[in-house]
């Protein structure tokens, strides 16, 4: 026998227990195994019990007890499961949910996933074409480099750098938009490409009003044209990228990224540092990156084309991510002069003048003899011998107030709305006063002299 059959088995009382250890008679009922155990003698295992054994029962009262006591605690027992199994569904420890999907949640899943799946993929695909737009825009970003040379017989020092754009290639020719605060002053001006190849540069034009410049360089190792887009359509919030050499040669190739934070936005520009503003330019503002050395870089769109070209950031410590670039579709035109004619033609009278706020008020008072009422204006200091305002018999200490129906409060007016709303060739009416008398003239407006007075610090000339 195995030994299992060593265990005891208390499966019924005590009593019953006795009467099953008492019996003498085997409880084999098979005879074949009957009269085997009469031949050959089994040991006894007193508390054995076999489970195919009919028991006998000594009372049927007891045995049927029993039952009952059985049939009841199977209830019990019973509904405690069902019990549990309710609470642990409600509390969803156990759900009947199939794993299937059934027909309306299928396809909901399939939609979640496939739209989450989408979205991932445009993301990446977004990402490379943006950074692929930046790489082809990066190629056609240069470093300047402003050499001057103190006297005869001294080299060329760097005495400042900045960043320009390779918009054209032609003829062999490299064609380059920079800034003109950037080639200021210089002797000689050196191109560092992309590639880290070194040019000889020679400029062709430049203009204080816009602030740009155009230089030719030999365009042999020149491989890539940056492409202009457009800046009329522009939103505030449209992504901006700047592109430029911060700081120099060391940061070359620098990009920051931004939106448009504003549009036409006018900022005063004192162009030849006399402390007077001198035109009022009309720029993008972005909170890209823009830092010394990016001046005349790219501003892009998420295409990679050019939207602006960089020039000037509030370098104020209470200012942060306030920079502002030239509008491309501005530029364009200025860029085509430059690059042809070597300057900018606009609408020119022939005058030097000052603001009158400017003038001193005894001066005002003892030479210019104004009315009361008259407090705003422009004092021409010099006219322009054979100019528009000479032939129209201007003469200076006249004090300029209306251009036609224009206020005209200062130089920065004069200019902005001539150079805005009036072509060369356009005639206009001054207003202006001589010696407390009020006085009109018509002339006709063109291009800029030749021969012009000098500028001074308190003089201005148009």
Do not use: C
Request: no cysteine; net charge negative.
């Amino acid at each position: 026998m195995n030994k299992d059959n060593d265990k005891q088995y208390d499966e019924y009382p005590e009593d019953e227990r006795h009467d099953s250890d008492n019996e003498q008679e085997p409880s084999y009922t098979d005879e074949p195994y009957r009269r085997s155990e009469q031949k050959e003698e089994t040991p006894t295992y007193g508390h054995a019990i076999q489970v195919d054994e009919p028991v006998k029962q000594p009372q049927q009262q007891k045995q049927k007890g029993k039952g009952w006591t059985s049939f009841i605690s199977g209830i019990a027992g019973g509904i405690l499961v069902l019990a549990i199994v309710a609470v642990l569904v409600f509390t969803n420890v156990i759900s009947f949910k199939s794993d299937a999907a059934s027909p309306s949640t299928m396809g909901t899943d399939n939609i979640s996933t496939t739209t989450s799946s989408n979205k991932t993929l445009a993301t990446e695909t977004s990402t490379k074409n943006l950074t692929s737009a930046i790489q082809s825009a990066s190629a056609a970003v240069v470093g300047v480099e402003n050499l001057q040379q103190a006297d005869l017989f001294s080299e060329s020092e760097a005495a400042g750098s900045g960043s320009g754009v390779i918009y054209k290639k032609e003829d062999g020719k490299a064609y380059i938009v920079t800034n003109n605060h950037v080639v200021e002053g210089a002797s000689s001006l050196e191109v560092t490409l992309a590639s880290g190849e070194t040019e000889k540069a020679k400029l062709l034009g430049k203009d204080e009003i816009s602030d740009l410049a155009v230089l030719e360089i030999d365009g042999t190792n020149v491989d890539t044209v940056a492409s202009f887009g457009t800046s009329d359509d522009l939103t505030v919030g449209q992504q901006a990228i700047a592109i430029g050499n911060p700081l120099g040669s060391e940061f070359a190739g620098s990009v920051t990224q931004g939106i448009i934070s504003g549009l036409d936005r006018s900022v005063a520009v004192d162009s030849n540092n006399d402390g007077t503003e001198d035109w009022v330019s009309e720029v993008l503002q972005t909170d890209a990156a823009i830092n010394p050395g990016n001046s005349g870089g790219a501003l892009i769109n998420a295409n990679g084309e050019v939207i602006g070209i960089n020039s000037m950031k509030i370098a104020q410590e209470e200012v942060e991510g306030i920079g502002f670039a030239i509008p491309i579709d501005a530029a364009k035109p200025l860029i085509n002069q430059l690059e042809t004619s070597g300057k900018v033609e606009r609408p020119y009278i022939g005058i030097g003048a000052v603001s009158l706020d400017q003038v001193p008020q005894a001066s005002k008072q003892r030479t210019l003899n104004l009315p009361d009422d008259v407090t705003a204006g422009v004092v021409l200091a010099q006219v322009v011998e054979s100019s528009a305002a000479a032939d129209a018999g201007l003469e200076q200490y006249d004090v300029i107030t209306k251009i036609d129906d224009q206020d005209i409060t200062s130089m920065v007016d004069l200019r902005s709305y001539l150079y805005s709303d009036k072509q060369i060739g356009d005639e206009v009416n001054v207003t202006y006063y001589r010696d407390g008398s009020k006085e009109t003239a018509k002339l006709t407006l063109t291009n800029e002299q030749a021969t012009q007075a000098n500028n001074t610090a308190e003089q201005q000339q148009q």
